[in-house]
C-alpha cells in the first residue's frame, strides 16, 4: 500500500510541475538563456580575443621580416635573416654559416627591435613610465 501512495505523489507533483512550467514558460527560457549567454562572453573574452590579438601580431612581426633580422624558428633554431622571398626566408646560422632555406610561417620569434615596428605590450609600459638616474 505504501508503494501505491508513493507512486500517486510522484505522480502528483510531476503534474504540479508541468503546470508550473507552462503557466511560467518564459521565466524558465530566460534561467536557461541567461547562463548560456555567459558563457558565451566568457569563452569569447578568455579564449578567441586573445588568440585573435596574438594571431594578429605574429602575422604582422612576419610581414615586417628584413634583411639581418635575428629570428627564431619554432624548431628552436637561431639565425640571421639573408633574404626575404614571399613565402621563404634564407637564415644563416652558427659560426660555420650554413645557411637553411625555412618557411615563413615556421619563424616564431623576431629578436630584433625596429624603430617603425608596432610597439609591443611592454614597450607600451615602459612608455608611461619615467627613468630617474
Excluded: C
Aim: charged fraction near 25%; hydrophobic fraction near 45%; charge should be neutral.
Amino acid at each position: 500500500m505504501n508503494l501505491y501512495l508513493l507512486l500517486a505523489e510522484s505522480a502528483a507533483a510531476a503534474e504540479a510541475a508541468d503546470a508550473e512550467l507552462q503557466g511560467g514558460g518564459w521565466m524558465s527560457l530566460v534561467t536557461l538563456i541567461v547562463p548560456l549567454a555567459l558563457m558565451i562572453l566568457i569563452f569569447y573574452f578568455l579564449i578567441i580575443r586573445p588568440e585573435k590579438k596574438r594571431a594578429k601580431e605574429t602575422e604582422s612581426m612576419l610581414n615586417n621580416l628584413q634583411v639581418a633580422d635575428e629570428v627564431v624558428t619554432s624548431g628552436g633554431i637561431i639565425g640571421r635573416v639573408l633574404s626575404v622571398q614571399k613565402d621563404t626566408v634564407l637564415i644563416e646560422t652558427g659560426s660555420d654559416r650554413t645557411k637553411i632555406r625555412v618557411v615563413k610561417s615556421a619563424i616564431a620569434k623576431n629578436n630584433t627591435e625596429h624603430e617603425n615596428s608596432v610597439p609591443t605590450a611592454e614597450a607600451k609600459k615602459a612608455k608611461g613610465k619615467t627613468e630617474i638616474k
